[in-house]
């Protein structure tokens, strides 16, 4: 029995160092969520403002923000990049926003969005899989969903990642 307490630290320590190795390996991004609706059709939703209806038949980017989030002003000025000089169809979705304070932050920041649902109590949100504001979902002309980025969106993913798959999707 005692021997079995001595291994117990030295096994603890090994499992330990084996999972920081994986989760630490170069070609491993942290910050990349895994979703289960890759590939498959985005959430039928209907939310004032906007519906998944008017999202298909073309190739988007589905905003997920809030005014109340510190992160989403940061990325705003790319949005509004995104939107006027590279022609991105951009939607937003409101989440568990006010409809007043959604309103100040676009009249503040500008309006990227070709249209924005109010998803005032964070049901569509839970059907996309959000697990926090922003995050933005690369759609389809058949509504389904490509690619997802998880947090504000930085210049360096949109050349990298972003306009890449966008530009693909496009010229099918």
């Given amino acids: ?50 519906t998944a209806d008017a999202v298909k038949g073309q190739v988007a980017l589905v905003n997920i923000f809030a005014s109340w989030c510190a992160p989403c002003r940061v990325e705003h000025p790319l949005l509004m990049r ?23 932050f676009l009249a503040e920041l500008g309006n990227p969005f070709t249209a924005i ?10 059907d996309f899989g959000v697990y926090g504001v922003p995050e933005t979902y690369l759609i389809d002309r058949a509504g389904h969903i490509r690619q997802r980025w998880v947090g504000p969106l930085s210049p360096g993913r949109v050349t990298r990642e972003l306009l890449p798959a966008l530009r693909k999707l496009q010229a099918q």
């Fill in 1 to 50: 029995m005692r021997r079995a307490l001595a291994v117990l630290p030295v096994a603890a320590f090994i499992l330990l160092a084996g999972y920081f190795g994986y989760a630490l390996r170069p070609d491993h991004d942290p910050n990349e969520l895994p979703s289960a609706l890759i590939d498959r059709e985005m959430p039928a939703f209907a939310l004032p403002g906007l």
């Fill in 82 to 104: 995104l939107a006027k000089d590279e022609k991105v169809t951009l939607y937003g979705i409101a989440y568990k926003d006010k409809d007043a304070d959604n309103a100040r």
């Fill in 117 to 126: 649902g109010l998803d005032r109590d964070g049901r569509t949100g839970i």
